[in-house]
C-alpha cells in the first residue's frame, strides 16, 4: 500500500508565528485532505484538495495539493493557543484514507 | 452541523471476549467506514461499506472482525475473540459518497470509541 511521509514530527512555536508542515508520498493520490486531531476526540476535517496545483484556504489556513499529485504542505498563519493539537494529511487510495503519521503542534502562549 | 456518534466512548474487556462498537453516521451518507488508531501511532483503515456490504478491507480486518448495519441508522464493528494487540481507538467514519475524481463530499469521523483489552 501507500505511504505518507509527514514532517516535521512535532513544533514548539510562539504565539502568533506562523506554520507549516507538509506531506510526501512515492505514488500518486487523487485526493489531499488535511485533519486536526484534539486529544481524546476523532479527526476534524480542515481542508479537502481534489486538483493538482489546487490551492485552497479555510480562514487562516491554506493547503496546496502538489502539482505532480505525491505532495501537499498546510500553512497556518498568526497561530492561535486553540491550533494546538496533532495535524494528519491523508491521501485517498481507492475508498480508503491513507494518513501521515502526524504533526504534534504545540504553542507557547 | 451533523456529525458522526460512536459508543462507547471507552470499552474495557477480557481477552478472548467479544466486542461490539456502535456508530451512527450522518443520517444522509452512504459510505461508512472503521479505522483504528494504536496509542501514539497513525490513523489505519481497517473497512469501508456499502449497500450493505463490504467493499474495501485492509490486511488488519481478517476473519475476527465483522461488520453490519443491523438497521437504517447503526453501523456496528464486532471483534469476535479479542487479543491485547486489538486495544487501540476505533473510529467511524461516513462520507455522502465514494469520493469521486472533484468530488467535495469527503469522509466524516466520528469521536471513536477507547478499546483497552486486559
Redesign the interface.
Given at each position: 500500500?501507500q505511504q505518507l511521509n509527514q514532517s516535521p514530527q512535532s513544533m514548539f512555536i510562539q504565539e502568533g508565528e506562523d506554520v507549516s508542515m507538509n506531506c510526501t508520498s512515492s505514488s500518486i493520490f487523487?485526493?489531499w485532505?488535511w485533519?486536526k486531531q484534539d486529544p481524546?476526540?476523532?479527526?476534524?476535517?480542515l481542508i479537502?484538495l481534489?486538483?493538482a496545483g489546487e490551492l485552497t484556504s479555510n480562514g487562516r489556513l491554506t493547503a496546496q495539493f502538489g502539482i505532480t499529485r505525491k505532495d501537499s504542505f498546510l500553512n497556518i498563519s498568526a497561530s492561535i493557543p486553540s491550533d494546538v493539537g496533532i495535524y494528519?494529511c491523508?491521501g485517498?487510495e481507492?475508498?480508503?484514507?491513507?494518513?501521515?503519521?502526524?504533526t504534534r503542534l504545540t504553542i507557547n502562549p | 452541523e451533523p456529525e458522526?456518534t460512536?459508543t462507547p466512548s471507552h470499552q474495557v474487556t477480557q481477552m478472548g471476549q467479544e466486542v461490539i462498537l456502535r456508530c451512527v453516521p450522518i443520517s444522509n451518507h452512504l459510505?461508512f467506514?472503521w479505522?483504528r488508531q494504536i496509542l501514539g501511532?497513525?490513523?489505519?483503515?481497517l473497512v469501508?461499506f456499502?449497500n450493505n456490504e463490504i467493499?474495501?478491507k485492509?490486511e488488519i480486518f481478517d476473519d475476527q472482525f465483522s461488520v453490519e448495519r443491523p438497521d437504517g441508522s447503526n453501523f456496528t464493528l464486532k471483534i469476535r475473540s479479542t487479543k491485547l494487540e486489538d486495544s487501540a481507538m476505533y473510529?467511524c467514519a461516513s462520507s455522502l459518497d465514494?469520493?469521486a475524481?472533484?468530488?467535495?463530499q469527503?469522509?466524516?469521523?466520528?469521536?471513536?470509541t477507547r478499546l483497552s483489552i486486559l
Open positions: 500500500g487523487n485526493t485532505l485533519y481524546g476526540e476523532g479527526p476534524v476535517l479537502a481534489y486538483k494528519f491523508a485517498r481507492s475508498q480508503k484514507l491513507v494518513f501521515g503519521q502526524g | 458522526v460512536q459510505y467506514y479505522y501511532q497513525k490513523v489505519e483503515f469501508s456499502y467493499s474495501e485492509s473510529f465514494r469520493g475524481l472533484y468530488s467535495n469527503p469522509q466524516h469521523f466520528g469521536d471513536g
